[in-house]
């Protein structure tokens, strides 16, 4: 199971969260003016990360606010941890295996 | 409809009874304190001083309690408090960004205590709630034997947890299964 490290509550089982798919997708300016295409690239679309990814999860089971946070989709490691609208943490370098 | 149709009942029903005469040992023991006065308070970003001037008092930060006569509040997160009173407290005003609500009827408290609470706890619950990690005074909101509950130390080996309704039989179920060993 995975830690997931909760900016305000601590470190917590994954049971505890929800995930929130890829994070910094922001909504679009004028949402009226999209055609299709890019109305479906924005609702649908998402990066197919191999490597660090950054991503949204809810502590559903604790304080119910959502964050971010930079894990790496093939080994599950964490990098980060944190809040919206706090400033973005570096990606980590990729380490070849 | 009578009088009787209309009485109040408490989500352990008779489950209650069952719990406490089980669940009564020196080590062990836990019971359901039904009909307390449960309120949810909550407030806009940057409001925490107008919630604690409405309550008429400092507001616990997040993961810990404060014991306003009578009355135990719980920091559950930002802008998010919860406070159980006894049955009939009237419920405060809230204001334009400060929302008080009354979720009596959501949860009901159960009180668990005895030097062997910490380890019925455990049995259904990942956190570390050693002192160290955990200590008097102290609350969270996590997963009980999978069920979502708040739970709060109130002294060094007692502890309240707010269990909702719904799962309040079942979690008062799987306490008189785990505690098997300790009574
Ligand atoms: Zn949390």
């Given amino acids: 199971m995975l830690s997931i490290c909760c900016p305000w509550c601590g470190w917590r089982d994954e049971l505890e969260f929800s995930y929130g798919g890829q994070a910094h997708v922001a909504y679009p300016a004028n949402p009226a003016e999209l055609d299709d295409a890019s109305w479906s690239e924005y609702i649908f679309f998402r990066d197919n990360t191999l490597g660090w990814f950054r991503e949204r999860w809810v502590h559903t089971a604790g304080c119910r606010m959502w964050f971010n946070a930079i894990r790496h989709t093939v080994t599950n490691e964490f990098a980060a941890f944190y809040r919206p609208g706090d400033p973005v943490p570096e990606m980590p370098v990729e380490v070849v295996r | ?183």
């Fill in chain 2, 1 to 183: 409809m009578g009088t009787e149709a209309l009485r109040r009942r408490a989500p352990l029903g008779p489950l209650a009874e069952e719990l406490e005469r089980v669940c009564a040992g020196e080590r062990f023991a836990c019971h359901q304190d039904a009909f307390r006065q449960l309120t949810e308070l909550r407030c806009a970003d940057g409001a925490e001083q107008e919630a604690a001037e409405i309550v008429g008092a400092e507001l616990p930060s997040i993961g810990l309690t404060a014991e306003l006569g009578g009355t135990l509040v719980l920091g559950l997160g930002p802008g998010w408090w919860m406070t159980d009173s006894p049955a009939d407290t009237p419920t405060l005003p809230g204001s334009a960004r400060v929302s008080i609500v009354d979720v009596s009827a959501q949860r009901t408290p159960l009180d668990l205590a005895g030097s062997a609470a910490r380890d019925v706890i455990s049995h259904g619950c990942s956190l570390d709630i050693h002192p160290d990690h955990f200590a008097v005074g102290a609350t969270t909101q996590t997963l009980l034997a999978k069920a979502g509950v708040m739970l709060a130390r109130t002294d060094v080996d007692a502890y309240r947890v707010w269990v909702r309704a719904s799962f309040a039989r079942y979690l008062a179920a799987w306490i008189i299964d785990a505690s098997l060993e300790y009574r």
